[in-house]
């Protein structure tokens, strides 16, 4: 896949899946990978920019096999953020279908 496609979708991706529930970096990095090729090394940079923004927050969790987790959780502004995305991406994604088919993106 391109990697411009990948680093403009990466950060929705993320924010998507922290919907559904709390989950910790490499939990993140396996779900995401089912579908896009990445690196732990791609998604904790995001991680702490999204945390910087106060879209997410964190907290430790103890851990079966281990060291304790850091889980990262949506704020209510990320909540927020998130479905603003999904609906410019849905968006976007229509517009990029209609030309790609041969529209024109302004119908």
Do not use: H
């Given at each position: 896949?391109?990697?411009?496609?990948?680093?403009?979708?990466?950060?929705?991706?993320?924010?998507?899946?922290?919907?559904?529930?709390?989950?910790?970096?490499?939990?993140?990095?396996?779900?995401?990978?089912?579908?896009?090729?990445?690196?732990?090394?791609?998604?904790?940079?995001?991680?702490?920019?999204?945390?910087?923004?106060?879209?997410?927050?964190?907290?430790?969790?103890?851990?079966?096999?281990?060291?304790?987790?850091?889980?990262?959780?949506l704020?209510?502004?990320?909540?927020?953020?998130?479905?603003?995305?999904?609906?410019?991406?849905e968006?976007?994604?229509?517009?990029?279908?209609?030309?790609?088919?041969?529209?024109?993106?302004?119908?």
């Open positions: 896949m391109n990697i411009q496609f990948k680093k403009g979708v990466l950060e929705l991706c993320v924010l998507a899946l922290l919907t559904k529930k709390n989950r910790y970096g490499y939990d993140l990095v396996n779900e995401i990978s089912k579908n896009i090729e990445i690196s732990e090394g791609t998604i904790y940079p995001l991680l702490r920019r999204l945390k910087n923004v106060g879209w997410v927050t964190t907290y430790l969790q103890e851990s079966r096999e281990g060291a304790p987790r850091k889980y990262y959780k704020t209510q502004s990320g909540q927020k953020v998130t479905e603003e995305m999904k609906a410019d991406w968006d976007f994604v229509e517009k990029v279908n209609g030309l790609l088919s041969g529209g024109d993106m302004n119908e």
